[in-house]
């Protein structure tokens, strides 16, 4: 990426709200970053999870610290009871500091399609003339029936299920783009975005690995090949097909422990990281460095993702040096496994690669420098995309064959307007072709 010009102190923010959410550490990496260019931010959690780096700073507002403590109290999250006064807490704290901010904050950052008060007060937002930037991280703008959230497992959602989801993420994206300044948005997830809209992959994930990790870290012992793979969501992520893949890899004879955690806190994820020579992060992903990989990078270990959006980031990040070579097409997952076991050299390479990568264009320092541009209007123009040239349909988390069937399911029940995709034309003539394709392979 291009370096930016700094933004003049005249025209910088007074001070930044971000909220509500921190959803792959993104948020406060972005408040970290952006307090290095001097910008104070106040940090609003209200969705506290143990994948979180987010901790406040001993300076920051008593409202932020007080909604942490709720959000994030052992003590409260140990009972039912306890779990019912933290949402009534923190229920009863939303408007009080949504009104806080609007008083002394002069741009709001929110996260995930998510506000204070359920998007009810950005009319009043923008009224006051307060800038507002949308940070979408994938799921939030992602059709439902591109989803594997939507397509896979026993209990999947039925096709009015998934066209009730559709509609309701069309209503809130339309809100939004009504109100917001600025949208970020990942093209491969933007399918039902109508407004141009800020690419993701050019303003970036922010990390800076170090600060929960051991100054000392046993590394692998060098004769077995150490995989590590943590998903949130096993099913999504590909995990059977990654241990089935595993499982033929030692077949062929080759010597492979295999670390499969879930649901730990981030500092243990961390450190499971450094101790690994590959870490697998998704078999069915439309980014090729979302959460995990992008820690993973930064760590500078190597890493494998699977997707379909080959040539769909091959045109989106342009001149941008976005490292791809880690992300393989998901037919080619145990051809790519041979290969990583097969050559030390390759995986050092490529760990090298990503790594310089995360640490230099990614870092929170440098990538909150391209957010300021954001922040007081001065977006270039060559950042946007329309979301009319959009082609990219296979979506995350699911195989090409589970897709088709999602489309083909919401089509049959509710017609070919239920995919949202009008303004889009070419894309929207492509999915009903996919839908029309014969499909043989098993739902998981």
């Known amino acids: 990426m291009k370096a930016d010009q700094s933004t003049p102190s005249s025209q910088r923010p007074r001070r930044v709200c971000i909220a509500p959410n921190d959803v792959a550490s993104y948020y406060s990496g972005l408040r970290d970053g952006l307090a290095t260019h001097g910008i104070e931010c106040w940090f ?5 999870t143990p994948y979180t780096r987010y901790r406040p700073c001993p300076s920051a507002p008593w409202l932020e610290r007080l909604v942490y403590h709720i959000a994030s ?11 019912l006064l933290a949402r009534f807490l923190l229920l009863i704290l939303r408007p009080v500091c949504c009104l806080a901010a609007t008083l002394y904050c002069d741009v709001f950052v929110f996260g995930f ?42 209990n999947r959602p039925d096709a009015d299920a998934i066209l009730r989801e559709t509609q309701r993420q069309q209503r809130c994206i339309r809100t939004i783009e009504r109100y917001a300044d600025e949208i970020i948005c ?18 970036g994930h922010p990390f800076a690995p170090g600060e929960t990790l051991p100054e000392t870290i046993d590394k692998p012992d060098g004769t077995r090949l150490h995989v590590l793979h943590a998903p949130t969501r096993p099913l999504q992520k590909g995990s059977p097909q990654f241990g089935e893949a595993i499982a033929r890899l030692r ?32 078999l069915y992903s439309d980014i090729p460095l979302a959460g995990l990989a992008t820690e993973t990078a930064a760590l500078g270990r190597p890493l494998f993702v699977g997707g379909y959006g080959h040539a769909e980031l091959a045109r989106f990040k342009g001149d941008n040096p976005i490292p791809t070579a880690h992300y393989f097409h998901p037919d080619d997952l145990d051809k790519a496994l041979r290969m990583f076991a097969a050559d030390p050299a390759y995986r050092e390479r490529l760990a090298a690669e990503i790594k310089t990568f995360a640490l230099e264009q990614w870092n929170p320092p440098a990538m909150a420098q391209r957010f300021l541009r954001l922040l007081t209007a001065g977006t270039p123009a060559d950042w946007y995309v329309d979301p009319a040239t959009l082609n990219y349909w296979q979506g995350w988390g699911a195989s090409e064959d589970a897709v088709r069937r999602g489309i083909a399911a919401l089509i049959a029940h509710a017609g070919e307007k239920a995919l949202g995709l009008n303004h889009n034309p070419a894309l929207l003539a492509e999915v009903i072709r996919q839908s029309s394709l014969k499909v043989t392979a098993p739902i998981p």
Not at 73 to 83: M, N, Q
Not at 122 to 143: A, E, K, W
Not at 251 to 276: C, D, F, M, W
Request: glycine fraction near 8%.
């Open 251 to 282: 077949t062929s004879g080759v010597a492979v422990e295999y670390y499969e955690i879930t649901g730990r806190p981030n500092h243990e994820v961390l450190l499971a990281i450094t101790t690994s020579d590959l870490v697998l992060d998704q």
């Open 44 to 48: 609003f959690c209200f969705d506290y």
């Open 186 to 203: 990942h093209p491969l997830s933007a399918q039902l975005l109508t407004k141009p809209f800020v690419n993701h992959l050019i303003v």
């Open 113 to 154: 399609g998510c506000t204070f008060l359920r998007r009810l007060e950005l009319p009043f937002l923008r009224l006051l003339g307060r800038r507002l930037i949308f940070v979408f991280n994938g799921s939030d703008t992602r059709p439902a029936w591109m989803s594997g959230l939507y397509l896979l497992g026993p």
């Open 73 to 83: 109290s052992p003590f409260l999250a140990k009972t039912l009871a306890g779990r």
